[in-house]
């Protein structure tokens, strides 16, 4: 069955660090990846999603970035955190048009 | 505009009553869809899919979601609500020829009390 981890599963940074989370997937091969955040009470944001290694699509123009050095490894970075990038993130796979997204436990981000 | 919308931000019901949650969506054509459940810290876990056939798809934990084409609608239900529901829940579409792109409504918050 599909696993996803999702690594640190908290993290307090100060404003102006750099930023590193790690989703990895096991069970799977190929699968299409998402970086998602949930700020306070509010909905999902899709912010990046990719279709393959070193394919990655942007949907929100902002400080992050994402990569994809592996199949099953997908990054989410920053060089310069923002007090407005603390958050939940989340990391989910798919399979294409019809295959049901899955996600991972999610990483808390407080930016101080 | 596309658009996916939950009308009703916060609903409190009492344990054992029955409950249902509204998912409007507005697309050219019927995308694939979804209800997702959050518990507070954790991530979304699938509660039910419809993706064609029989409207009425039934779900984990007693839900169960109808399709209405005319309204565009896919609303989740549940007969009698346990307190371990309380929970946010989240509708999302799948429409074609987007990539498996998802898009959420902003969520449910449900509470249950005694």
């Known amino acids: 069955s599909q696993t996803i981890h999702q690594w640190p599963a908290t993290l307090v940074q100060p404003v102006g660090s750099p930023l590193s989370l790690e989703c990895t997937v096991e069970g799977t091969s190929n699968p299409n990846l998402y970086w998602y955040r949930q700020a306070a009470g509010r909905g999902l944001q899709l912010l990046f999603y990719?279709?393959?290694?070193?394919?990655i699509s942007s949907e929100v123009p902002q400080n992050l970035s994402a990569s994809r050095p592996q199949d099953r490894q997908f990054i989410l970075s920053s060089k310069k955190l923002l007090l407005s990038d603390s958050g939940f993130y989340l990391c989910?796979?798919?399979?294409?048009?019809?295959?049901?997204?899955?996600f991972g436990p999610g990483t808390r981000l407080l930016v101080l | 505009a596309q658009s996916v919308t939950q009308p009703d931000i916060h609903i409190t019901v009492s344990e054992g009553a029955s409950l249902e949650l509204r998912c409007n969506y507005s697309?050219?054509?019927?995308?694939?869809l979804f209800w997702y459940v959050q518990s507070p810290g954790q991530g979304l876990q699938l509660l039910l899919k419809y993706f064609s056939g029989d409207t009425l798809v039934q779900g984990i934990k007693g839900f169960e979601a109808e399709f209405k084409r005319s309204q565009s609608s896919f609303n989740l239900r549940k007969p009698s609500v346990h307190w371990s529901d309380a929970a946010e829940y989240f509708c999302?579409?799948?429409?074609?020829?987007?990539?498996?792109?998802?898009?959420f409504g902003t969520g449910t918050s449900l509470t249950v009390i005694p």
């Open positions: 990719s279709v393959g290694i070193g394919q």
């Open positions: 989910a796979l798919g399979g294409g048009w019809g295959k049901t997204q899955y």
């Open positions: 999302a579409v799948d429409p074609p020829n987007t990539g498996n792109q998802f898009y």
């Open positions: 697309y050219g054509a019927t995308p694939y």
